[in-house]
């Protein structure tokens, strides 16, 4: 079994903050670099985060820098998305996805790429509305 699982999204004022994971079963985190992308509705998912294999190179999307901090915590075979001073556009469903590799920099034309990714989890939805 090989799997990516979301969670922690949900319902959020603006201004609020979430918490996302993405737990890794029937593989180690360890070896695969990790992407965070959305989809809103009537849109094209958008990458918009990334984190290589060790966690020592991190990327962000402009739409979503100095608000989400990405991270991880390998020995939990898990990926956080930390969500910041969150935004109505911020609503959408978040995905993470898995590529195998030990590269310590990443490109961002790479990191947002769904071609890129081998393995997605099954999304969260978050939502931001007063």
């Known amino acids: 079994q090989l799997q990516l699982v979301e969670s922690g999204g949900g319902l959020v004022q603006p201004g609020g903050s979430l918490r996302l994971s993405c737990a890794a079963s029937?593989?180690?985190?360890?070896?695969?670099?990790i992407g965070w992308f959305r989809q809103a509705p009537g849109k094209e998912r958008e990458g918009i985060s990334c984190?290589?294999?060790?966690?020592?190179?991190?990327l962000y999307a402009d739409s979503v820098k100095g608000r989400f901090t990405i991270s991880r915590d390998n020995a939990k075979n898990t990926v956080y998305l930390q969500m910041n001073s969150l935004k109505p556009e911020d609503t959408a469903v978040y995905y993470c996805?898995?590529?195998?590799?030990?590269?310590?920099?990443?490109?961002?034309?790479?990191?947002?790429?769904?071609?890129?990714?081998?393995?997605w989890g099954q999304g969260t939805q978050v939502t931001v509305s007063s």
């Open positions: 996805a898995a590529r195998g590799g030990s590269e310590r920099l990443l490109l961002f034309r790479l990191c947002v790429s769904e071609r890129y990714y081998d393995y």
């Open positions: 029937g593989f180690t985190l360890d070896h695969y670099h």
């Open positions: 984190i290589t294999s060790r966690g020592g190179s991190t």
